[in-house]
Structures are given as structure tokens and as C-alpha cells.
């Protein structure tokens, strides 16, 4: 390249940074080429700052940019007027942002407004109903219509960019990067993550079943009757385990610790390092979820998932049958877990690749971004 160039990615989320973790350590790889500046909105303020250490990371700012019951609007103006004052304070050549969040329209909106080019990471994943993921699907959308490279993790999502009449010089199918983030944890990380269950007595063998809820959509009546099926199937299954880590948001935190904290079989831990969450995707017999990373990640362990959402923007999944929407109905929850926790664990083991991604995908973005800085003309 000409010159070192200036690259700030905007993140505030644990997904966000565990996807873009892999593509910032790939662009340090080369100093000479790229600067990068990390800004952090903390959206997610603990959980982000947890994960980013955990990547020997740190942010160059923190924006402290969430306060206790918001409106979107409120946090949205707050992120955008601190975020205005990093693209004033820096000679910034492009801004990298990833998936749907307050952050990432934020990111790609600032960058928009000083003419700086966006590269969105995980473009294109659609379910095309505004109110399913709330707020994110919108989110998604309109950063697209702002961003000069997107980077699409299947071939699915490319062409619900090219429908929506975005240029194909602009769409690269790269696969995606949370699959990079996986082969980033070394064998003593993993030795690490098997003392951590032994030290808090939780026992790890072949009738583990994980659970995650927390998406906004799922507040309310949903993650009430989540929480019941929850109790049928521990009541059923006595000598399984149940582990939950259970998001801090009180929507659900306070629900799931009054409900079922009682149970023997049911252990409630705090959100887990990521390197521990791995640990037990990978010996999982069965998740159930409603997060989007983990629809991504489980097929590398061969784990079956059953997805508690009513729409997924992530249908590849769905497709080659390794995981499956059963929303946030009570009878269909119970119903397909119980068709994989009355076998044994090696009979339901799935058999396809996982859909999403080789683990290669930061070194295609990095690839693509440099040949787009020398295409360009200054
Ligand atoms: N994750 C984690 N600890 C947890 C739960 C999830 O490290 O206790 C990781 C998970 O492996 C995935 C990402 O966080 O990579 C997913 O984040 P989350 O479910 O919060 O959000 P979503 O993917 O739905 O946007």
C-alpha cells in the first residue's frame, strides 16, 4: 500500500468483538499497512471489556455510552455525538463495523456523515420482518445501504444484497469470522475452561444440555414460557444437566434465578468468558438458544441446536439441518428436545459441515481490503 492506513472499527457488543477480534489481530499482523484504532461505544460495557481482554486486546476509547432505562433514541443520539468527536480527533482512512447492533449503525452512520468509507462484516443476513430481531434487522439494513464493502459470510446473504441492488464488485462472500475466532483458543485456554467447571462442581459429560436466552424479543410472556419448558424438561431429564448462563439483563436475569434457581439439575452461572462458553458447545448433547453467534458456532462442535426464535436471519442453518426454529412455543421446546435428550449422544451428532465458515475468513477481509486501498485513487 502507499501509505499506513487508518482504520478504526467501532464495536460495544461481546459478538461484535468476538467477530472482529480475529480481523484485528489479522490486520496487526501487518503494522507497517494498518493502524488500527479500537473504539469501544460499551454497549455492552462489562461483558464487551471481559472479551476483548480475553483477545489480549485493549480499546484505544471507551465511550460509556449506555445509562439504566434509555429509549433507543437516547442511547442512539449519545453513541453518535461520542463517536463524532473520535472522527474529528483522527485521520481516519476507513471504519470497520460488524453485524446489526445500536453500534454498528452508529459506526457506519458517523463514518457516513465525515465521507469515510464503511466495511460492514457479516452483510446481508436478512429475515426481512423489522420487528424480528427488534431493533436489529433495521439496524442491518440501513448499513448497508451506507457501507463500500460488504462482507458477506454465505452466498445466501450476497444475494439478498444484490436483490436490495447493491453493486457485486461491492459483495465478498468470505465466510464468517466467528468460525476464526473458535481456532483462536489455544490447548491450555481449553485446560484452562475444564478446571473452571471442576472448581465450580459442575459436571461435564455426555448428557449437558446448554441454554442462552436474551434477546429483546423474547422478553415478556415468551421468556416465561421458555423458563416452563425449561422446568419440564429438567423435571424429565433428572440425570442431565442444565447449565445457563444467564444475560444480566433484569428481563430475564430476575425471571430465570426466581423460577429456577431451585433446581439441582439446573446450574445458573454468570455470562461466561467466551473461552468457557466454547468449552461447552463442545461438549454440549444438545443447545438451546436464541443467540445468533451460537446458531453459527455449534455446527463446528457437531452439536444439535434448537433455535428459540419465530425468525432467523440465519437460515443456513435451518437448511442443512443442523439446527431448527422451535420460537418461544412451549410444546414444540419440550417436543424436539426431548427427540434428542431420549437418545444417546453419539446418535445425534450432526453429519454436515458447518454452514457458516473455514476459519479462513479474516485473511479473505484483510486480502480484500487491501486491494481495494490500492485500487483507489488519491
Ligand atoms: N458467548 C459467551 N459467553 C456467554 C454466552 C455467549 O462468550 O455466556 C458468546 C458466544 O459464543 C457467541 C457470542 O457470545 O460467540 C454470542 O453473543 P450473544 O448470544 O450475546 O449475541 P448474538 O450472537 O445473539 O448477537
Known sequence: MKRMKTIAFILGTRPEIIKLAPVILELRKYNKDYNVIICNTEQQKELSNQTLSYFGLNADYNLDCMRENQSLSSVQARILTSLDKVYCENNIDATIVQGDTMTVLCGAL?????????FHVEAGLRSYDIYEPFPEEVMRQMTSRVADLHFAPTVVNKDALLKEGISKDKIHVVGNTVIDALTCLSDDVIEESRKFYVQNNINIDDKLVLITAHR???????IDRIISAIEYLAEKYQDHSFVIPVHPNPNVHDKIHTRLGKFLN???LKPL???????LMKNAKLILTDSGGIQEE????????LVMRYETERKEGVEA?????????????IHESENILSSNKEQTRLKAQNPYGDGKSSERIER??????????Y
Do not use: Q
Open 273 to 279: 468468558e467466551y473461552p468457557n462458553l466454547v468449552y
Open 110 to 118: 458517523t463514518s457516513f456523515y465525515h465521507k469515510i468509507p464503511v
Open 216 to 222: 429483546r424479543e423474547n422478553h415478556g410472556e415468551r
Open 266 to 268: 439446573i446450574h445458573l
Open 368 to 377: 480484500i481490503i487491501r486491494e481495494y486501498f490500492n485500487k483507489k485513487v
Open 321 to 333: 439441518g443442523v439446527s431448527m426454529l422451535v420460537g418461544a412455543d412451549y410444546k414444540k421446546i
Open 298 to 305: 455449534a455446527p463446528t462442535f457437531a452439536c444439535p441446536t
